[in-house]
């Protein structure tokens, strides 16, 4: 008799399930959140990359260190010869050894992570510091990024900021 | 159709929904039972021992964790483990229970996964969605920690990366709560159901002779009743100083191989809870040289390490200078996905194969290696 009523109460424990949230957080609608409710991600994810170029001293120590061959050192107009780290998200496997070798630690990865474009040409570009504004927003505006082309022999910015804002 | 008409050879797999992976068999039918099976591996093949010789030391703690995906963190600890015995540097103890603590984490994300697996091969989809909605706090917890959820870069020769977070001890007991509060409607949905004892018990056995004699690992090993685990009998990390039990079974076919994994995920919980409160203060790595300036000296080592999969062996030679002259990796889904799984599927309808597959924990990537 007690294991008519046990199984005839079991199916009805499902209903414990109905009040429950679901584990599907709907990004960006939704913010992810921990098992505390601290939102993620954390400072230290690692994300698209940022660059400062107040402090950078163009040793190329981040382009040595990437095993993807991800990074190169180009050399911009308008900055006195100096070269510049550009980054290639087709290749970059976000390992965050470039931030590891930086002496002057002006290479940082954000926790910024999506791109969206239907244009390939953004995904390789050059990492100022103003990527930071985007920080709040899910998607990095890839229109805002730093790109540049080879124009007669010589390397030109052709979208984004050429310099970046003092912080 | 096969020459005399009786047999029909189709190709289950790569995109097939129950498939682990990317690999595909080439079955032979004589009507639903399987006659003869060929695995076909090859669709993950990226040559990681040739690339690893062509990158520097360091470069290649980003590389090693592809080598197996639900558990990554193994192989860059193996690789960490044999450059340390070459260079003969001595890992702090603070380091030691954090690999610790990462290592059983990644088993519990590996086990729940691959109980979901397990789940969904039989027709109870709910589990899955369960146990890969509880994996996710786990992702979670090693993005805090690490900064990526998959591939994690976090242990490299002479300790760990960076320091735990301070509020980090506290939310891995929360997710172990929550885990453990969990289990018990795992056990009543999967366990408890008469679907699974009509599937899993007596499917595929082996005995204990036959497994070693294969080179059967780990859970698939200790399902057979033999008791050997790499973290008990060549300790690792700061398993010595850890109170466990190494969970074994008799009977060795699919349901032993999913209770194994069961009794894992508790004994995991023991672990990372003792690891947290025996936690040592001080340097969370060894004084190395710099990543881009890290030479090894000349020699040789191997690193065992006990993955939820099974047995992974690096060997690594150096012959001095920035990039290894060999790495050679063992894994154990090489032998369990191949030869074991070839000589079980015989004799076995094609609705089981899906479910023998996942009862091994087959891990294609390592397959191909």
Same mark, same amino acid.
């Given at each position: 008799m007690g294991d008519v009523v046990r199984k005839t109460i079991r &199916? /009805? +424990?499902? %209903? +414990? /399930? %109905?009040?429950r949230k679901p584990h599907t957080v709907r990004i960006p609608h939704e913010q992810h959140n921990d098992i505390e409710g601290e939102p993620l991600p954390t400072g230290r994810y690692r994300g698209i990359h940022v660059n400062d170029w107040d402090l950078c001293i163009s040793c190329g120590l981040c382009a040595m260190a990437c095993p993807c061959d991800a990074i190169e050192m180009i050399e911009v107009e308008g900055e006195g010869g100096k070269k510049r780290p550009e980054v290639s998200y087709g290749r970059c496997? /976000?390992? $965050?050894f470039c931030e590891d070798a930086c002496p002057k630690k002006c290479m940082h990865l954000t926790s910024n992570h999506t791109m969206l474009d239907t244009d390939p040409r953004p995904f390789v570009f050059l990492p100022t510091p103003g990527i930071r504004e985007f920080e709040k927003e899910y998607v990095v505006q890839t229109s805002k990024l730093c790109l540049v082309e080879e124009r007669d022999g010589k390397k030109v910015v052709v979208q984004g900021k050429p310099r970046p804002r003092k912080q | 159709m096969g020459d005399d008409f009786r047999t029909t050879k189709i190709i289950f797999g790569p995109?097939? &929904? $129950?498939?682990? $992976?990317?690999f595909a068999f080439r079955l032979e039918l004589e009507g639903d039972i399987v006659r003869r099976a060929r695995v076909v591996p090859g669709y993950l093949h990226r040559a990681f021992e040739k690339l690893m010789e062509q990158r520097t030391w360091m470069q290649n703690v980003a590389l090693v964790p592809r080598i197996c995906v639900p558990d990554p963190d193994v192989n860059e600890a193996a690789y960490s483990m044999a450059i340390e015995e070459i260079m003969g540097l001595e890992v702090p103890r603070r380091a030691d229970h954090i690999r610790t603590v990462v290592l059983e984490l990644s088993r519990i994300a590996s086990h729940l996964m691959g109980l979901g697996g397990m789940g969904g091969a039989i027709g109870l989809y709910t589990l899955p969605m369960w146990t890969n909605g509880e994996r996710d706090y786990i992702l979670d917890l090693f993005e805090q920690l690490t900064g990526g959820r998959v591939y994690h870069i976090y242990t490299w020769p002479g300790g760990v990366r960076w320091d735990m977070p301070d509020n980090w001890p506290r939310k891995v007991n929360k997710v172990l709560d929550h885990i453990e509060r969990q289990l018990p409607s795992y056990w009543s949905l999967f366990f408890e159901s008469k679907v699974t004892d009509a599937r899993m018990v007596g499917l595929a056995p082996y005995d204990p002779d036959w497994a070693i004699a294969h080179g059967v690992t780990g859970p698939n090993l200790r399902a057979t009743g033999v008791k050997y685990d790499i973290r008990k009998d060549d300790p690792y990390a700061a398993y010595e100083d850890l109170d466990f039990e190494i969970p074994t079974r008799k009977s060795g076919d699919g349901m032993a191989r999913a209770l194994v994994r069961w009794d894992e995920v508790g004994q995991s919980i023991r672990i990372i809870r003792q690891a947290l409160e025996q936690m040592p203060s001080g340097p969370y790595r060894a004084k190395t040289p710099p990543p881009l300036a890290f030479t090894v000296p000349p020699g040789d080592a191997l690193a065992r390490i006990e993955s939820s999969k099974g047995e992974y062996n690096y060997y690594v030679v150096s012959k001095g200078g920035k990039y290894p002259h060999r790495v050679h990796v063992r894994g154990p889904s090489f032998t369990h996905g191949i030869d074991v799984l070839e000589q079980l599927l015989r $004799?076995?309808?094609?609705?089981?194969t899906a479910l023998i597959t996942a009862t091994l924990d087959v891990c294609p990537p390592d397959i191909d290696r």
């Open positions: &199916p /009805f +424990r499902a %209903l +414990r /399930f %109905l009040g496997c /976000f390992c $965050g | 995109q097939h &929904p $129950g498939i682990h $992976g990317n $004799g076995y309808e094609i609705s089981d």
